[in-house]
């Protein structure tokens, strides 16, 4: 359903699925979904607005984790750089090369 979410003018809600695993092309899947939105906007107008902000954040967020918290990238490779002890809020290195953060 599309309904009223801060600044924006709708989001999409879906109901959430009960799932711990989930598969790359699932994630793929929903970030191209969170981007519906500024696709229409450029193929119904021709033009794209401010109004994708949310959207932008949450698959950038999600782009990221796919690389540095589940290892989902050929490039960076089968690691993760997420400290689940929560330890890291006191490090004030990230755990990578300048190197690596470029390619990330």
């Keep these: ?17 009960e799932r711990l695993i989930v598969r790359p092309e699932q994630m793929l899947d929903e970030m191209c979904a969170a981007l519906g939105g500024r696709a229409a906007e450029k193929v119904a107008f021709n033009k794209i607005s401010t109004g994708a902000l949310s959207d932008l954040e949450k698959v950038t967020k999600q782009a990221r984790a796919m690389v540095t918290v589940y ?4 490039k960076v490779g089968n690691l993760t750089y997420h400290d689940s002890s929560g330890q890291s809020e006191y490090n004030f290195t990230k755990p990578y090369s300048e190197k690596t953060s470029e390619l990330i």
């Design 1 to 17: 359903t599309i309904v009223p979410r801060g600044q924006s003018l709708g989001a999409a809600w879906y109901l959430p699925e």
């Design 71 to 74: 290892g989902l990238n050929d």
